[in-house]
């Protein structure tokens, strides 16, 4: 999965000559926490956040009608940050959630090669990337397995479900553990595997509502 399946689009901007006040009150009446920044040709500049913008404009019944009048008055230029990392649509979507854990960041403006912004990518689409590679989406049977990190492994699990009718959705490995989504109940089909050998650590039956029951 690339950056590009994920993004969103179109992003809300601000022009970098806009207030502070303005920049706020975009963010506010929309319900979001970061602005990209853009010059008229749609090239970033920079990004803002609430928390930016709310070191110079704070919400305190303290500030005088000039204090607060001067604030809202102060270009989004003097308080963006110049140099926000950026990720282009090309690149994968592992490789986005490592920049982000890196940095510390919650979002990833996405430019083009002519530094152009074509999207924007949160933490939130990274989580939604997460419960789509797990398949939580739909309803079924979650099965964690101690995963034996040798050749063969996991065709030979692949063929275990296939010989009983058992259609795994998702498999996703954590270190030493593998995870396999199946449809419906499974209760056979995990009961086989225990007498195969194979170390079950958990069983959860996930509901479409992304709700799971472990046993």
């Excluded at 928390?51 to 001067?70: G, I, R």
């Excluded at 308080?79 to 994968?92: D, H, K, L, Q």
């Excluded at 086989?192 to 472990?214: E, F, Q």
């Amino acid at each position: 999965m690339l950056v590009k399946d994920l993004m969103s689009w179109p992003v809300i901007t601000v022009y970098e000559n806009a207030t502070v006040g303005e920049a706020l009150d975009i963010l506010h009446r929309r319900n979001i926490r970061h602005l990209p920044v853009v010059d008229y040709d749609q090239a970033m500049v920079g990004v803002v956040s609430e928390t930016d913008l709310l070191k110079v404009f704070p919400k305190s019944k303290e500030l005088s009608v000039f204090e607060s009048n001067l604030l809202a008055r102060t270009p989004v230029s003097a308080i963006m940050r110049n140099a926000p990392v950026y990720v282009s649509p090309g690149i994968i979507i592992e490789e986005a959630a490592l920049i982000m854990r890196t940095n510390r960041i919650s979002c990833l403006p996405v430019v083009d090669e002519h530094k152009k912004l074509v999207g924007l990518l949160s933490k939130n689409d990274i989580l939604d990337a997460f419960i789509t590679s797990l398949g939580l989406g739909e309803g079924g049977t979650r099965i964690t397995v101690t995963y034996k990190k040798k050749w063969g492994f996991l065709s030979e699990l692949v063929s275990f479900a296939d010989k009983r009718n058992v259609c795994i959705d998702n498999i996703v490995s954590f270190d030493n553990e593998l995870v396999l989504k199946v449809k419906g109940k499974a209760d056979d089909f995990v009961n086989d595997l225990k007498k195969a050998g194979y170390n079950i650590t958990n069983v959860s039956y996930i509901t479409p509502s992304h709700k799971a029951k472990a046993e």
